[in-house]
């Protein structure tokens, strides 16, 4: 059993990991994972990461003690608030930290795969902060029910392309980024939006959004007098969110990571998210891990209320985590998780993204010590989510 719980020479964590991608694709792959460490740790390229996260984004995010939360449930809850971020939410630490790569790789050029278009403002975004090319592939169908992101990649000067094949949903769109990329392999970078996808990107992404726990220890020092909580919690959809929040704790022992997963209707209602407790060893876009697929290997279409949550896997790390048993996960339904959203708009004033009311609704199904110190990671802001508020509380 590894020590260490992130990647070892290769790629993996654990058995996990690695990169199973197509001939064709292996030099734009093999070039970033020879130059990533490079440039990641020049600093020249640190200084303009940090700048960008102060000045752009706004961090750090504050990291907040819910005294009514906390009072609720009885123990020591801090929400670590990425939802303050510009763009609302933490992917955009993960797309500055690409773009600068990008650039530094000298592309001209940068595709992106969305779902819920989420991923895809915080690429467009940053391609017009460094007026870079952007096109974004998306499904057909979310194209249709995610009109406002698409407006606001169009505002920022993204093209949105698309994806007509299959379900014309996240899976076809990443199949048609992978296809533009294996044809214009010298000039374009393809920014993803997890800690999915082949090696290096699971540990890239990570480590751009390791600043999450990085300022958590930072904070928590300032305001408990020491750098580990108890606890951290954390959704995960393909879990770049969670990795930055576990990052910094993985080799400490002492604090519990707490995966949470979108149940949809139910684990074992055949509409679910629930990747750990359904998923086996698969491999999904260019990595090992565990996904939700038949007996015959098809991947299940996967279902949750929340967007973010909707996918089919999770990143290696994660399966790692769960795998090893260094992770707790817990599978979190629709409806424990929209009330779970709603209890913190009244008790705090703040209206969280669904996706981060899942990792809310572990309070209602799992005890904590009252002494416990408890950082649940507030991923994103609800503002997108506001239709599915109201139609399901009939606001
Ligand atoms: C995209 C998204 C997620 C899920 O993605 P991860 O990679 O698992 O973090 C969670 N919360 C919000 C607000 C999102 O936008």
Known sequence: MNTSYNIDKKGYYGKFGGAYIPEMLFPNVEELRNSYLDIMSEPAFQQEFHDLLRDYVGRPSPLYFAKRLSEKYNTKIYLKREDLNHTGAHKVNNTIGQILVAKRLGKKRIIAETGAGQHGV???????????????????????????????????????????????????????????????????????????????????????????????????????????????????????????????????????????????????????????????????????????????????????????????????????????????FISISDDEAMKAGLELCKLEGIIPAIESSHALAVFKTRQFQPDDVVILNLSGRGDKDLNTYINYFDL
């Open 122 to 328: 915080a690429t467009a975004t940053v391609c017009a902060l460094m007026g870079i090319e952007c096109i974004v592939y998306m499904g057909e169908i979310d194209i249709a029910r995610q009109a406002p992101n698409v407006a606001r990649m169009k505002m920022l000067g993204a093209t949105v392309v698309p994806a007509t094949s299959g379900s014309k949903t996240l899976k076809d769109a990443t199949n048609e980024a992978i296809r533009d990329w294996i044809n214009n392999p010298v000039d374009t970078h393809y920014i993803i939006g997890s800690v999915v996808g082949p090696h290096p990107y699971p540990d890239m992404v990570a480590r751009f959004q390791s600043v999450i726990s990085e300022e958590m220890k930072k904070q928590l020092r300032e305001k408990e007098g020491r750098e580990l909580p108890d606890y951290v919690i954390a959704c995960v959809g393909g879990g770049s969110n969670a990795a930055g929040a576990f990052y910094h704790f993985l080799d400490q022992k002492e604090v519990g990571l707490i995966a949470v997963e979108a149940a949809g209707k139910g684990i074992y209602s055949g509409e679910s998210a629930a990747t750990s407790a359904l998923g086996k060893d698969g491999i999904i876009h260019g990595s090992r891990t565990l996904l939700m697929q038949s007996d015959d290997g098809q991947i299940t279409e996967p279902y949750s209320i929340s967007a973010g949550l909707d996918y089919p896997g999770v990143g290696p790390l994660h399966a790692h985590l769960y795998d090893s048993g260094r992770g707790e």
